[in-house]
């Protein structure tokens, strides 16, 4: 009768392991840029965000910022409004393919809550970063309205850059070696709210500063 017993123990402990597996084989794989089961070589990134690199491949990008707000903005709630940013996101990577830089987006959520933030921003686009929490208090608020890119507080609105990174290419691995931080980062162009942003769309997103 022991016997038996330990037989049957070791086969209920075999088919918890069993279950175990096959729990963990459902599971989200983890994008952590080294063992995901979405990513396909090193230097490239999820294939469900843009085409930003877990490495830099590129000295010279645009950069496209994206601040919005759902519990103190309106008009950032129009029906409309994430297929317009889509629309002119695509066409700002387009032309940074053209111009054969990189490419990269941030959302910025000005809502107190990051949870709220996330949510907001993850109905509008895929961003490649957000900054979210903290109201106008938000890191990334201060960044590019009253600190480096001094600017008029106004939601939503579109932030075109153009960043220089630190370091040199590595002809060998495609990417750059020496990485310290940024050169520069230049502003291109601000718009403010859907009207303006439809405008700026229609005439062929023109930037108010002209790329070095």
């Not at 843009?50 to 601040?67: C, G, M, N, P």
């Not at 961003?127 to 201060?142: A, K, L, P, Q």
């Not at 939503?156 to 050169?183: A, C, F, H, L, W």
């Amino acid at each position: 009768m022991k016997e038996t017993n330990l037989r049957i123990t070791h086969i209920i402990g075999l088919i918890w392991i069993m279950i175990a597996g096959f729990a963990c084989n459902d599971s989200e794989p983890e994008l952590d840029g080294s063992n995901s089961a979405e990513t396909s070589v090193e230097g490239t990134s999820p294939v469900e965000t843009d085409e930003s690199d877990y490495y830099l491949t590129h000295k010279e990008e645009l950069v496209f910022i994206f601040a919005s707000s759902r519990s103190t903005c309106p008009a950032c709630e129009d029906a409309e409004l994430s297929e317009l940013i889509n629309d002119i996101k695509t066409k700002i990577q387009d032309r940074s393919r053209e111009l054969g830089i990189g490419f990269t987006s941030i959302g910025i959520a000005v809502d107190w809550s990051p949870e709220t933030g996330i949510d907001h921003l993850r109905n509008i686009s895929i961003f490649d970063e957000m900054i979210v929490g903290r109201n106008w208090y938000n890191t990334g608020m201060i960044k590019y309205t009253f600190s480096e890119f001094p600017g008029r507080r106004g939601l939503p609105q579109i932030i075109i850059t153009k960043r220089v990174y630190s370091g040199e290419m590595n002809p060998d691995r495609g990417v750059i070696s020496g990485y310290n931080g940024i050169e520069s980062d230049v502003e291109l162009h601000r718009v403010f709210g859907p009207p303006a942003f439809a405008r700026w769309n229609r005439d062929g997103l023109p930037f108010s500063r002209e790329i070095d």
